[in-house]
């Protein structure tokens, strides 16, 4: 079993600035990483899969990175509609989300 | 593009059998490379895959409920479906249904991501 770990739980930032998410994993899950976003009453949205691919029609300012067992999911220039929570997913397990929002 | 949506009762009485059904349109049901999966989102808390199923039938379920899910597949109406048996108010949820976009890579590592997925629906056990 892989446990996902986000880091930190809530992560308050203005429109505008950099927003920085962290996802760990319990063993190394090579560079099979992704990410979602999920806005209140809306489901989830894939933002980036293999740990570094943005899906379809997903803005250049999402990036991730990492391997192993360390990822990160960098928002640059946060807009308004990025304030919602994100997680992280490897096989059938999820992290247990970061909400990003207003400072 | 490809669409999901989710179908089914929303109440479900303690110890009975929840099923809900998936309905794909914009693409085919029958694609080799690709499995469908159930999720689920207790109100106000995190994510949780229950299970995939592709077009053959083959499946592969969350560990944690496997004793009770059973997902079947119908290729003609471009369905797939989920039940759940034995429910209790520790199944409320919204249940989602997602493309499962799976495939193994080198040194035969499985990789997947869930895309795109249905709306969901909520399900609320009763006693």
């Known amino acids: 079993e892989i446990v996902l770990t986000q880091s930190p739980v809530t992560l308050s930032v203005s429109p505008g600035e950099r927003a920085t998410l962290s996802c760990r994993a319990s063993q190394s899950v090579s560079s099979y990483l992704a990410w979602y976003q999920q806005k209140p009453g809306q489901a989830p949205r894939l933002l980036i899969y293999d740990t570094i691919n943005r899906a379809t029609g997903i803005p250049a300012r999402f990036s991730g990175s990492g391997s192993g067992t360390d990822f990160t999911l960098t928002i640059n220039s946060l807009e308004p509609e990025d304030f919602a929570v994100y997680y992280c997913q490897q096989r059938g397990y999820f992290g247990p989300g970061t909400r990003v929002d207003t400072k | 593009q490809l669409q999901l949506q989710e179908s089914g009762p929303g109440l479900v009485k303690s110890s009975e059998t929840l099923s809900l059904t998936c309905t794909v349109s914009?693409?085919?049901?029958?694609?080799?490379?690709?499995?469908w999966g159930w999720f689920r989102q207790p109100p106000g808390k995190g994510l949780e895959w229950v299970g995939s199923?592709?077009?053959?039938?083959?499946?592969y379920y969350n560990p944690s409920l496997k004793s009770r899910v059973t997902m079947s597949v119908d290729t003609s109406a471009n369905q797939f479906s989920l039940r759940l048996t034995s429910v209790t108010a520790a199944d409320t949820a919204v249940y989602y249904c997602a493309r499962d976009v799976a495939s193994t890579r080198g040194a035969g590592q499985f990789v997947n991501w869930f895309d795109p997925w249905g709306q969901g629906t909520l399900v609320t056990v009763s006693s």
């Open positions: 914009g693409g085919s049901i029958s694609s080799i490379t690709d499995y």
């Open positions: 199923i592709n077009y053959s039938g083959t499946t």
